[in-house]
């Protein structure tokens, strides 16, 4: 539930304080910014146990054939890029547009958008928590007409600066019930793209368990609807970051599963694409994220959910 902050409540005042954090970081260069990140990553290694315990967890499930030291160099590069997207929020939401796409040193795969138009059909980007989903956000909303779901922040007061900032290049934002649903299809069957977050686990009833590297991961199923009624183009979209000097887009072809009308074989094909995505940089993916969760939800009081216990 998003809480509401007086102005003179602790709510506020953080609110205030990260407000002013993203303006000035806005400000900075890349290089400096990676820098910043550089330093702070060893320490939210070394003291975030639970940023530290997960990433490690999950990099154990899904490379158990990487010696350990292998990992955890991993898990050490991946907390540097998290805290790096973190500390290009600001950035992202408030630089000037023309140093943002000053950033951007490649474009790879934007054909596959442009035929998919040019033919009449809607683009589903598949945008997961890779690189800088920010600066993919500010990338296609620069250059087509672009919607995506929103969930309002936990911290009210900040929602109007998230909002504008993920906004101002022509973004439009709906919120995650059916009536956003309703306005994806509009757009999609307006020949627009629209961008979807492959891996946030969906609430029950919403999903489908497929297998991510060989674990099952509740998946979302609002692709295959999406699809069957628009027969919209699917792409994994990501911005892999250029340590210290920008960013690179990246559209690939989602797995040819995602087109398939059974939820399991199209979630399936979700959680592949995510897949060739990490591909490019594994250490660039946000492996703090709780993946498996639902899993340990279904099977609590079973032996197999001993493989996930530091959830």
Do not use: C
């Not at 890029?81 to 951007?104: D, F, K, Q, V």
């Amino acid at each position: 539930m998003t809480e509401h902050a007086t102005a003179s409540s602790p709510r506020f005042s953080k609110a205030k304080a990260i407000a002013w954090l993203w303006r000035t970081l806005s400000r900075w260069p890349l290089p400096r910014l990676w820098r910043f990140a550089s330093t702070l990553g060893p320490l939210v290694y070394r003291f975030s146990q639970r940023e530290r315990k997960v990433t490690d967890l999950n990099l154990e499930v899904v490379y158990p054939t990487l010696g350990k030291n292998e990992r955890s160099l991993i898990a050490k590069q991946s907390l540097r890029h998290s805290t790096a997207t973190m500390m290009e929020l600001g950035y992202a939401w408030m630089a000037e547009p023309s140093r943002i796409e000053a950033g951007i040193l490649e474009v790879h795969g934007r054909d596959k958008l442009d035929s998919a138009r040019a033919e009449g059909r809607g683009v589903i980007v598949l945008a997961p928590h890779f690189g800088n989903w920010e600066v993919l956000n500010f990338w296609l909303s620069s250059h087509f007409p672009f919607t995506a779901m929103y969930e309002p922040p936990k911290i009210a007061a900040l929602e109007p600066i998230i909002r504008h900032g993920r906004e101002r290049m022509g973004a439009q934002l709906v919120p995650t019930n059916p009536r956003g649903v309703a306005a994806l299809l509009k757009a999609l069957k307006r020949s627009e793209a629209i961008g979807i977050l492959p891996d946030q686990e969906p609430d029950w009833g919403s999903g489908v368990f497929a297998p991510f590297y060989g674990h099952n991961a509740y998946t979302a199923t609002l692709l295959p609807k999406l699809v069957a009624r628009t027969q919209a183009r699917v792409v994994t979209g990501v911005a892999l970051r250029l340590p210290g000097r920008g960013f690179a887009i990246h559209f690939l072809d989602a797995d040819e599963r995602v087109y398939s009308p059974d939820e399991v074989q199209s979630a399936s094909g979700v959680n592949a694409s995510v897949e060739a995505s990490i591909a490019l940089d594994p250490a660039q993916y946000q492996w703090e994220y709780k993946r498996y969760r639902k899993v340990i939800e279904e099977q609590q009081g079973h032996p197999e959910a001993n493989d996930f216990r530091l959830y």
